[in-house]
C-alpha cells in the first residue's frame, strides 16, 4: 500500500481483502459491484467516443471471470444506448463463472454478436479489454495471448476494465503480451503498479470508478478523502 496525490494504491492481496471486506461484512453482492463496475466502464467509453455511441462499434474482449463481468454490464448499457456492440469470449460459455455467465445469457438474448477468439477487429471505433483481473500472474496463455496481440496490432483505441490485462497489479511490470491500453477504469482503489513508470504507456489515461463501496471500507486502507462527492468517476491522470 502506498499514498499519493491524495489516492491509496493496492496491492493485488490488499486489493483482494478489500473486495472480501465489502462482500462479506457489508454484504455487497458480486452482481452489485459488477453492476456498477460495467457502467463506470460504459461511461468512459462514451467519453473516448466523442459522448455520442449511437452507430459506433465496440468489440468487447471478454474473459471467463468477473473481470469479464463488469465488460459484459457495460456492453448491454452501450448496446441499450446505440451502439453496434460485439462480444469475443476467450473461453467457452460453460466455463464462465456464475455471474459473468448470467451476463453472458442476457447478451445473447438481447441479439448481441459472438465471435470467435482469434476473430479480428478491423471494424471496430473502440475495443473494451475484459479479460483479465487483478489476481491474473505471469504472462496471458492462448487463447488470451493471441487476443491481446491481435488488439494491440489493430491500432484501434483500447479500454481497459481494471487493468490492462498482462500488467502485474502490484508490480506493474508488462507480461508477453500485454494489453498496450488508451484508458483504464480502475475499480475500487488503484493498483500499486500502477505507479511503476513502466506501466504508464500500458495503462493510459486512468480513471477510478465508484462502485459503492461503504466509506469504512476505504477507510479501513487509509483512504481517508472524499473521492466521490462531485462524480461517480475521477480522473486520476
Known sequence: MRSKGGFVYLTAEEMAEFDRTAIEDFGIGEPVLMENAGVAVARVARLMLGRR?????????????????????????????????????????????????????????????????????ASADLLVDALLGYNARGDPREPLAGMIRRAN??????????????????????????????????????????????????????????LSFPGAVYRRYAQKRGLFREDSLVRIR
Not at 56 to 78: C, E, P, Q, T, Y
Not at 101 to 114: C, N, P, R, S, Y
Not at 154 to 181: E, M, Y
Open 53 to 121: 455511441v449511437e452507430g459506433k462499434a465496440i468489440s468487447f474482449m471478454v474473459g471467463k471471470g468477473n473481470n469479464g463481468g463488469d465488460g459484459l454490464v457495460a456492453a448491454r448499457h452501450l448496446h441499450n444506448w446505440g451502439a453496434r456492440v460485439s462480444l469475443v469470449p476467450a473461453a467457452q460459455k460453460s466455463d464462465f463463472r456464475e455471474v459473468p455467465a448470467l451476463q453472458l445469457a442476457i447478451l445473447e438474448k438481447m441479439g448481441v454478436t459472438l465471435a470467435r477468439p482469434d476473430s479480428g477487429f
Open 153 to 210: 496490432a489493430s491500432k484501434i483505441r483500447i479500454l481497459a476494465v481494471d487493468l490492462p490485462s498482462g500488467l502485474d497489479a502490484t508490480t506493474g511490470r508488462p507480461g508477453d503480451p500485454c494489453v498496450a491500453a488508451d484508458a483504464t477504469v480502475t475499480l475500487g482503489l488503484p493498483k500499486l503498479g500502477f505507479l511503476n513508470p513502466e506501466a504508464k504507456r500500458y495503462v493510459g489515461e486512468l480513471f477510478l470508478a465508484d
